[in-house]
């Protein structure tokens, strides 16, 4: 079976695969997961940020700096991989969703699953923004007015 995504998720998953191809890497990350939502700028997930006055331009380039320099164009044809980490981040987000009763996972649920991890690159990079985690934390985890497309 497969989970039912709001379409700005499945608009982040197809920036993920850009942003991981982009940088040269042969897998998409959670890095490259957050990066993915940061290009959907109409989500839930990027409207919690920004409630949260995050500087996205600083977020992004903050992630980016996490990331390891790929050297040569990936050789994989089609949709790069999932990392374990990327993987067990996505089926937290589907958790979390079904948790919520919702009736699909959105980019509100992925950031929750990936703020999940305290040590993360992502954690680092939103702290390096002067985000609050936690404040961010309770904006996602709040049933918006509005469902997701």
């Known amino acids: 079976m497969r989970e039912a995504m709001t379409g700005q998720l499945r608009i982040a998953m197809s920036n993920a695969q850009a942003s991981a191809r982009q940088l040269k890497q042969d897998f998409v990350s959670s890095e490259h997961l957050a990066l993915g939502i940061l290009a959907t700028e109409s989500s839930q997930a990027v409207k919690a940020l920004l409630k ?24 994989v044809t089609g949709d790069l991989p999932f990392s374990p980490k990327a993987k067990r981040t996505f089926h937290a987000a ?15 649920f992925l950031l929750l699953a990936l703020l999940e991890d305290p040590d993360s690159a992502i954690r680092a990079a939103l702290r390096q923004c002067g985000a609050d985690a936690d404040q961010l934390n309770r904006l996602l985890t709040e049933k918006p007015a509005q469902i997701e497309e």
């Open 52 to 75: 949260d006055e995050v500087n996205l331009a600083e977020f992004r380039e903050a992630l980016i700096q996490s990331l390891p320099s790929g050297k040569d164009d990936p050789v």
């Open 94 to 108: 589907l958790v979390n969703a079904q948790a919520m009763r919702e009736p699909s996972v959105s980019t509100r």
